[in-house]
């Protein structure tokens, strides 16, 4: 069973960066996505960049250009660059993976959750 560990979140000020790290451990799938999400206090579960089983990538136009999504295939670690902080990434941000080419932003198909890591960016 495969299971997701995230670490790295933290509190930053507006304008810095985190990079976010998921771990996976078990029997993974070989045809695989795997995406960030985040939610906000009051807010919708969203996600904002997802990878798949041979590298292709994808992001939501909030976090273009300051996020970016990359996996160590050798070592099973997801990361998330968030570069140019803003207030509004203040969230609990989730890993998350299902066993499929990324077709999908919706949570709902996502089989597999991390138990998610804060970020907290400070005007």
């Known amino acids: 069973q495969v299971q997701l560990v995230e670490s790295g979140g933290g509190s930053v000020q507006a304008g810095g960066s985190l990079r976010l790290s998921c771990a996976a451990s078990g029997k993974f799938y070989s045809s695989y996505c795997m995406g960030w999400f985040r939610q906000a206090p009051g807010k919708e579960r969203e996600g904002v960049a997802r990878?798949?089983?041979?590298?292709?990538?994808g992001y939501q136009d909030s976090v273009k250009g300051r996020f970016t999504i990359s996996q160590d295939n050798a070592k099973n670690i997801l990361y998330l660059q968030m570069n140019g902080l803003k207030p509004e990434d203040t969230a609990m941000y989730y890993c998350?993976?299902?066993?499929?080419?990324?077709?999908?932003?919706?949570?709902?198909?996502?089989?597999?959750w991390g138990q998610g890591t804060q970020v907290t960016v400070s005007p």
């Open positions: 998350a993976a299902y066993r499929a080419y990324c077709y999908t932003w919706s949570a709902q198909y996502y089989s597999v």
């Open positions: 990878i798949d089983s041979v590298g292709r990538t």
